[in-house]
C-alpha cells in the first residue's frame, strides 16, 4: 500500500510568489491534515479535513493560506503572497475514521527568500 | 495554548544500552504517540496509547501513557545504530477520534557504536 506522498519535495521561491504544495493521502483515508514545522520549533497543526470539508483550521496562520481538497481525494495548500517566515517544512497526513494513528509524508521543504 | 515538554533536545548514548525519554503536559491529553523521524523523511508513528495506564511494546520499544493523562514515556532496549533519529511524543484531545496533534519540539538521538 502506498504511503502518503507529497509533491514537491523541495520549493525556493522569493517573497511575495506564490506556492502551491500537493498531498496525496493513503488511500480510502478520509481525514487528511496538514503541519508545518518551522526551524528548530515543533511541528504545529494547521488544518484538518473530514473528506471534501474542513473541520478543525484553527491552525492556519492568516489568510495568505488555502487549503482546498476537492473531491475528497488529495489536497492542495496554497501559500500566496509569501513571506519570508513562511519558510519551513510543510507535512501532510492522513488516517482512518477510526482512531487518530496519523500516517505521514515525508514533507515538502519551502524556502523563502 | 497546550504543550508538549520534551528534554532534553538531545541524548547520546552508547550502541546497547537503554534509553528512555519522557514526555510531560499541563495539560490532559487523551492520546499519546511517538513518532521517530530520520533525515530528510517524515515522522513515522512508533506507538500509539489510548488509554491511561497503558503499556505497549513494539519490539524494542516500550511506551506509556501515564496515569494523570500528562505525561507519557518511551524506552528503547538495546540501541542499535539505526535508532539515531528525532523522537516525538504527540498528543491529541479525544480518545479514539480524529483531530489534531501537539507536538513536542522532539528529542535527537545519537547512538555511538
Known amino acids: 500500500e502506498a504511503g502518503v506522498t507529497q509533491f514537491p519535495s523541495h520549493s525556493v521561491i522569493e517573497k511575495g510568489q506564490t506556492v502551491t504544495l500537493r498531498c496525496d493521502p493513503i488511500s480510502g483515508h478520509d481525514n487528511l491534515y496538514w503541519y508545518r514545522r518551522v526551524m528548530g520549533k515543533e511541528i504545529k497543526f494547521l488544518l484538518h479535513f473530514v473528506k471534501e470539508s474542513k473541520q478543525d483550521e484553527s491552525g492556519m496562520p492568516n489568510n495568505r493560506f488555502l487549503a482546498e481538497r476537492t473531491g475528497g481525494t488529495y489536497s492542495t495548500l496554497k501559500v500566496q503572497p509569501a513571506e519570508l517566515e513562511d519558510s519551513g517544512v510543510y507535512f501532510c497526513?492522513?488516517?482512518?475514521?477510526?482512531?487518530?494513528?496519523?500516517?505521514f509524508g515525508p514533507g515538502t521543504r519551502l524556502t523563502v527568500l | 495554548g497546550q504543550q508538549l515538554n520534551q528534554s532534553p533536545q538531545s541524548m547520546f548514548i552508547q550502541e546497547g544500552e537503554d534509553v528512555s525519554m519522557n514526555c510531560t503536559s499541563s495539560?490532559?491529553?487523551?492520546?499519546w504517540l511517538w513518532y521517530k523521524q530520520d533525515p530528510g523523511e517524515g515522522p513515522v508513528l512508533l506507538i500509539a496509547l489510548y488509554k491511561a495506564g497503558e503499556l505497549t511494546s513494539n519490539g524494542r520499544l516500550t511506551a506509556q501513557f501515564g496515569i494523570t493523562r500528562k505525561d507519557s514515556f518511551l524506552n528503547i532496549s538495546a540501541s542499535i545504530p539505526s535508532d539515531v533519529g528525532i523522537y516525538f511524543c504527540?498528543?491529541?484531545?479525544?480518545?479514539?477520534?480524529?483531530?489534531?496533534?501537539?507536538f513536542g519540539k522532539g528529542i535527537t538521538l545519537s547512538v555511538r557504536p
Open positions: 495539560s490532559i491529553f487523551n492520546t
Open positions: 497526513a492522513s488516517s482512518t475514521d477510526r482512531g487518530n494513528e496519523q500516517f
Open positions: 504527540a498528543g491529541g484531545p479525544y480518545t479514539g477520534a480524529n483531530s489534531k496533534l501537539t
